[in-house]
């Protein structure tokens, strides 16, 4: 039968659409808590899904991923913080637009251009997904090895900048991934006689202690009193005529950046939305407007944040490489319902991706309407006390993660994750490469052992895919540490010159 | 600050202590009204999985003779053993009782801390024969081929199989044996990994479940060379078993029914009865069935014998 029918008819389960309509409201609200991110959300919602079928938990999943990119704009536009770091540049001209009086229509312009943003994304995920699967079976141990290896050197582009940093803690992720049994030999490694450690350290447990708790734990001790006084003046809902036709450059400007970022591994809506607002800031015909409240920088930002959902979604499931840190998060749910991302997924089954593609789109469609006929309610919910908010937190990370494997072994290894995880973000360590090291670290292991078992090191040395991934990946780690180094040298000189100025609102810019 | 963080550790502090004293009933003693109250049926894999489907459908089926609920519960890890040392830690009271997979006699040759003799069985109600199968293009037609190859150039024809010490890894060291040969065993991370690899002619062939050649072998992506079974399969038309084709190997993957030992004699008459009908069951066997694998029932002292006999068998086979 035709893939697209099997993989759409999922879809027609009532229950399926309630799993959607949950994740919805989910999503929302928890992109407007600033502080509780999607990729949080996922990690908790996750231990609470495993014991669905797949369908029905990745419908859950999914829409939270999607509908938390539309609410993570509010607080972004009416408090300047960003609900989720995907909004940071959101902020740029958001919080602008609501101190002109026009907050009602930064809401309204930010929904649309999220929605459009995300069907941008999800034709890449239609198009492009099943013709890159047709080379999977190429894919054997060695080439997983050298494609692991290259998402490995996205470390580089998941810590925020701090490139040594993120280095480092990467190591850490995988000298943990180390823990375990030999997947070659099966001999135990570092396990010290504990059952539960011998298939490695409980990846949801850990990703929900490096994510939730430790994030909460954050908070608690950094947390001050509001900067910023929420607006409370909406002004109309609308755009005028001149505002629409404004934003159609954004629009495709947004698409094409947020697409090409979404399929760059472990690079996600934050970073994209940053590059899209550069680029259209460049395009536009009023580039002084960017940053004093320009629906086009609006408009450039959400339509790439949201743009990048389909390709990190193809990127993952189609290579095995998360596509951003709620993907990394998502791989392990997928690897429990023995739905194991990577080349072969597709060549099984294609029907999967109308089925993700299908959610989605439902997803967004419902997130839209939700976003315009709830955007004032969810507004009340910014003046809730974060304390609330904590106290809930953490006690759904213990339940949820007591409730994945029904054990306690892997609550106390989440509240111990929880507290390293504070420690590194207190020491400016960022902890998704962490996640990454750990999750990939045992892949790449397992491949490349493979790989020498089934053929030696000719094995790898002889295949074009695995060394031409193999260069690129080189060539990922060197090139950015070189042009930073350039960059420097070039500012060193402007700045003895006259002095520069930085036209990008950086403070907002940390997390 | 500080307060609110004492206050959340403490509390769980205090989760983890309670949960930790679950007590442990004391002597048990015979049982005249068993079962009085709910059965849980300890599962050493995650839900979803093919031997999470065999004890699913099986406490439905024995929740009908009984009289009372099963409730399934999935404690995974540690390639089953973490379930499978909970379940000999429970109470011999008949209100414990778990799946116990092939892995339940061979996990303590491979370094975990578990013993066979800590389970009463009540009865075989699965069996997952194992097959050997080549990618569709494979210039081996048959299991003689493969294994004059391996003979010619020893150590490099490659059989995948799902992972280190599992029963398909024990299978290639079986084969190897009785032909005098060897074929590398390369492990791969799961069963659908293993099928893939040679699917895509990343290995020269692999061994694995009836379940999961099967539907390879079905579109024509795998040819299957043999099945290491006492009797063919109808699953697989017109693949002769390894026997027949000279290579005495019998060998597979199966789950039955146990509990911590040292049952009351009633209570275990009842839960053997209640394991018979079960598996007997319309139900049972249509859905083993369309998942690919055997129902099969061996009473509780036919599987005590068969269960101590592949102990042994895989003790001698890991000793290697």
């Given at each position: 039968m035709n893939p697209v029918t099997v993989g759409l008819e999922q879809l027609a389960d009532p229950f399926v659409l309630l799993c959607i309509l949950i994740g919805a409201l989910v999503?929302?609200?928890?992109?407007?808590?600033?502080?509780?991110?999607?990729?949080?959300?996922?990690?908790?919602?996750?231990?609470?899904?495993?014991?669905?079928?797949?369908?029905?938990?990745?419908?859950?999943?999914?829409?939270?991923?999607?509908s938390a990119n539309f609410g993570d704009r509010v607080p972004a536009i009416l408090v300047n913080t960003p609900g989720t770091p995907a909004s940071i540049a959101t902020t740029f001209d958001g919080y602008p637009m609501a101190k002109k009086g026009l907050a009602g229509v930064a809401l309204t312009t930010s929904a649309f251009a999220s929605a459009i943003g995300t069907f941008a994304g999800l034709l890449l995920l239609v198009f492009a997904a099943i013709p890159l699967s047709k080379i999977a079976l190429q894919f054997g141990p060695a080439e997983m090895f050298a494609l692991v290896v290259f998402g490995l050197t996205m470390m580089v582009g998941v810590s925020g900048g701090k490139i040594g940093k993120g280095l480092i803690a990467g190591a850490i992720g995988l000298a943990l991934a180390v823990i375990g049994r030999d997947p070659i030999t099966g001999t135990e490694r570092f396990t010290f006689g504990i059952l539960e450690l011998s298939d490695g350290i409980p990846f949801i447990a850990a990703i929900i202690g490096l994510f939730g708790v430790a994030d909460v734990l954050d908070q608690m001790l950094s947390h001050r009193a509001e900067k910023y006084t929420p607006i409370t003046q909406f002004g109309r809902w609308w755009p005028n005529r001149a505002e629409l036709r404004q934003m159609v450059r954004p629009l495709f400007v947004g698409s094409?950046?947020?697409?090409?970022?979404?399929?760059?591994?472990?690079?996600?809506?934050?970073?994209?939305?940053?590059?899209?607002?550069?680029?259209?800031?460049?395009?536009?015909?009023?580039?002084?407007?960017?940053?004093?409240?320009?629906?086009?920088?609006?408009?450039?930002?959400?339509?790439?944040?949201?743009?990048?959902?389909?390709?990190?979604?193809?990127?993952?499931?189609?290579?095995?490489?998360?596509?951003?840190?709620?993907?990394?998060?998502l791989i392990g749910s997928l690897i429990i319902w023995g739905i194991q991302p990577g080349p072969a997924l597709f060549t099984n089954r294609p029907d999967l991706v109308y089925t993700i593609a299908g959610i989605m789109v439902v997803a967004t469609v419902l997130t839209l309407v939700l976003s315009l006929v709830r955007l004032r309610g969810v507004t009340k919910l910014l003046e809730l006390k974060p304390a609330f908010l904590w106290t809930v937190i953490i006690v759904f990370c213990m339940v949820?993660?007591?409730?994945?494997?029904?054990?306690?072994?892997?609550?106390?290894?989440?509240?111990?994750?929880?507290?390293?995880?504070?420690?590194?973000?207190?020491?400016?360590?960022?902890?998704?490469?962490?996640?990454?090291?750990?999750?990939?670290?045992?892949?790449?292991?397992?491949?490349?052992?493979?790989?020498?078992?089934?053929?030696?090191?000719?094995?790898?040395?002889?295949?074009?895919?695995a060394v031409t991934t193999l260069i690129i990946s080189a060539a990922a780690i060197t090139l950015p540490a070189l042009f930073a180094r350039v960059k420097r040298r070039k500012l060193a000189r402007l700045n003895t010159a006259q002095q520069a100025t930085t036209s990008l609102p950086t403070d907002s810019l940390r997390k | 600050m500080k307060n609110k963080l004492i206050t959340i550790a403490a509390g769980a502090a205090a989760l983890l202590l309670l949960t930790g004293c679950a007590n442990r009933d004391a002597a048990v003693v015979d049982d005249e009204d068993y079962p009085s109250k709910a059965i849980t049926l300890v599962v050493p894999y995650a839900a979803g999985g093919a031997s999470d489907l065999s004890a699913r459908t099986l406490a439905a089926a024995m929740e009908e003779s009984l009289g009372q609920s099963i409730i399934v519960e999935n404690r995974t890890g540690g390639a089953g053993s973490v379930g499978l040392s909970y379940l000999s830690g429970r109470p011999a009271d008949g209100y414990s009782i778990g799946y116990l997979p092939v892995e339940s006699v061979m996990l303590q040759y491979q370094g975990y801390d578990l013993d066979p003799a800590a389970y009463d069985v009540l009865g075989q109600i699965v069996s997952v024969p194992a097959t050997i199968a080549v990618p569709a293009d494979s210039p081996y037609e048959t299991l003689q081929d493969l294994v004059d190859a391996a003979e010619a150039n020893p150590d490099s024809i490659t059989v995948s199989n799902s992972g280190a010490g599992s029963i398909w890894q024990a299978a290639t060291t079986a084969l190897n044996e009785v032909a005098g040969v060897s074929l590398k065993p390369v492990p791969f991370d799961g069963g659908a990994p293993a099928v893939t690899a040679a699917i895509g002619s990343q290995v020269d062939a692999v061994i694995a479940g009836i379940s999961e050649t099967a539907p390879a072998a079905a579109d024509g992506r795998l040819r299957v060379l043999a099945i290491f079974d006492d009797e063919a399969s109808d699953a697989l038309p017109g693949v002769e078993t390894a026997k027949s084709l000279g290579f005495d190997v019998s060998i597979g993957g199966w789950g039955a029914i146990g509990a911590p030992a040292g049952l009351p004699d009633s209570v275990r008459d009842a839960l053997s009865e209640a394991v018979k009908a079960g598996v007997e069951s319309e139900e049972f066997t249509s859905v083993i069935n369309k998942s690919g694998n055997l129902p099969v029932y061996k009473n509780s002292s036919d599987f005590t014998t068969f269960f101590n006999a592949e102990s042994e068998r895989f003790g001698a086979l890991f000793a290697e």
């Open positions: 999503g929302m609200l928890v992109g407007a808590f600033p502080g509780v991110t999607a990729t949080m959300a996922v990690a908790l919602a996750s231990s609470f899904t495993l014991t669905m079928d797949p369908v029905p938990g990745l419908a859950v999943l999914l829409t939270i991923y999607v094409g950046v947020g697409a090409v970022v979404g399929a760059v591994p472990a690079a996600g809506g934050d970073i994209a939305g940053i590059m899209s607002w550069a680029a259209a800031k460049k395009a536009s015909k009023h580039p002084e407007e960017f940053g004093k409240g320009s629906i086009e920088g609006l408009t450039a930002t959400d339509t790439a944040s949201n743009a990048t959902l389909g390709p990190s979604v193809t990127t993952t499931l189609a290579l095995g490489i998360p596509g951003d840190s709620v993907m990394a998060v949820g993660t007591f409730a994945v494997n029904n054990s306690v072994f892997d609550v106390g290894v989440m509240l111990l994750f929880g507290l390293v995880g504070l420690v590194l973000r207190r020491t400016g360590f960022p902890a998704g490469p962490v996640v990454l090291g750990l999750i990939l670290g045992k892949l790449a292991e397992g491949n490349l052992r493979r790989a020498l078992e089934i053929g030696g090191i000719e094995n790898i040395l002889t295949s074009p895919i | -």
